[in-house]
């Protein structure tokens, strides 16, 4: 069902989902969940003010997206009686798996192949892996072969072996891994995979020589050789979940946007909010397809990026002389006719997924961050948005209502939240830590400014 109530509460939000090609999904009942948010929309007895776009971000499936917005939207109710605003939220669904999380069966072993070890019991077969896998990459010739050649050579592989600077990664396996490069960097986009010169036999010996573990992918992920050997295919999958992001957002939820614009009074305000590679979705809702980004049919009046799994140059214009200058993918979401009130970027310090693990799986496409005092590679959720005039707000804190936080019309604003986002899950850190009041409460102040 497309309408959903908070649990404990008597609040609602309205979820569609879509499918990896970016076309809606309909209910179990055969319904449109889109057709029947755009009813409610359209109903003049409905009254609504402010309309709310959600999107989550990598690794949420349905079940996944639907806990997520239950936590975000009940960690606090900023709609006071009587304030004249008649809030509609909408959540999107969309495939956003970047790696598998389950780990790889070992081969059998020794004559009669030996019995299954208990700790494997969650653990996934070669033709469990390879049907996995292929729904998180590109659907193109060859890749369920190539994907058989490195994994069948993954599972014959202690996984307690160490690597070291002297292992290699076989030849057969170099050229599947060829394969499924090509593949991924075949489905296009802003930043071609391949346009940096990736090469699997490079990330392999950089994963296998010794170095400090932070811990961000597990204990001894780089000190294990079967780890090694599937480090390139978990930089694709994460690389072609980008990709996904981006074309979801100027395909599907580009539309949805435009269709909601289209069936609500020109004085009803629209504001979008994406987390992790939902900032890429939002971002990529108000670009719109095409290599000339054409504006929504009015301005988008405000857009939240919770801990963003987007390079921090994706806005900037100019980028600087020592990537190559030229503008940021998203630069024209800046302009007002696109966003005509705040953006409002996230950061913080506890947040491992964006700080460490994205910036390992970007530099494979060499997806420039250089700046004067900035890293070659991050994304906005450790550094914040780099466009032109954007402004540092007060550092979040703990029971913060953003009440005297200076949101202006047009403003761009940077906010270090490491102070509320700072709960640790694994190995992504607090990157998905975001069921707080305080972040409720920022992003309803910024979506208000101006009124």
């Known amino acids: 069902m497309s309408l959903r109530r908070i649990p404990g509460t008597s609040r609602q939000y309205h979820l569609i989902s879509y499918d990896k090609n970016g076309h809606e999904r309909p209910d179990a009942d055969g319904s449109s969940a889109s057709e029947a948010a755009l009813a409610d929309l359209r109903d003049p007895a409905a009254g609504v003010t402010d309309v709310f776009i959600l999107s989550h971000g990598w690794q949420g499936d349905y079940d996944g997206a639907i806990d997520q917005y239950d936590r975000w939207l009940g960690a606090a109710d900023p709609d006071a009686a009587g304030d004249g605003i008649r809030p509609f939220v909408i959540g999107v669904h969309w495939p956003s798996r970047a790696w598998s999380d389950r780990e790889l069966k070992s ?223 998203f630069a024209d979401v800046t302009r007002p006719e696109f966003v005509s009130g705040p953006i409002v970027v996230t950061r913080s310090s506890w947040d491992y997924a964006v700080g460490r693990f994205y910036p390992l799986a970007v530099s494979i496409s060499q997806e420039y961050l250089l700046g004067d005092d900035l890293p070659k590679f991050g994304g906005i959720g450790t550094f914040g948005i780099q466009t032109p005039g954007a402004v540092e707000l007060p550092v979040l804190t703990r029971g913060s209502t953003s009440a005297d936080t200076p949101f202006a019309v047009g403003g761009r604003y940077n906010i270090d939240a490491s102070a509320v986002i700072r709960t640790l899950a694994g190995a992504s850190g607090a990157h998905s830590d975001l069921a707080h009041a305080e972040l409720v409460w920022l992003g309803w102040r910024a979506a208000l400014a101006g009124r």
């Open 107 to 329: 081969a059998p072993s020794g004559l009669l192949g030996g019995e299954e070890d208990p700790g494997e019991a969650d653990s996934m077969s070669v033709d469990e892996a390879v049907d996995e896998y292929a729904t998180l990459l590109p659907d193109r010739p060859g890749v369920r072969e190539a994907l058989r050649t490195v994994l069948e050579h993954a599972s014959e592989i202690d996984p307690d072996e160490d690597a070291t600077a002297r292992a290699t990664l076989p030849a057969e396996v170099a050229r599947a891994y060829r394969v499924l490069g090509a593949a991924t960097g075949d489905a296009g986009g802003d930043d071609p995979l391949l346009g940096g010169g990736w090469d699997p036999v490079e990330v392999f010996a950089e994963a296998s020589a010794e170095q400090a573990d932070d811990g961000l992918l597990g204990e001894g992920w780089f000190h294990k050789l079967r780890e090694a050997v599937l480090t390139p295919l978990r930089q694709l999958t994460f690389w072609h979940c980008k990709n996904q992001a981006r074309e979801f957002g100027e395909r599907g939820a580009a539309q949805l946007v435009r269709a909601i614009m289209r069936a609500t009074a020109p004085d009803v305000r629209v504001h979008l909010m994406g987390h992790s590679f939902g900032t890429i979705v939002v971002s990529g809702a108000v670009r719109g397809p095409g290599g000339t980004p054409a504006p929504p049919p009015r301005p988008v009046s405000s857009l939240f990026l919770v801990q963003g799994a987007v390079s921090l140059w994706a806005f900037a214009d100019p980028a600087p002389r020592r990537i190559g200058g030229g503008r940021g993918y």
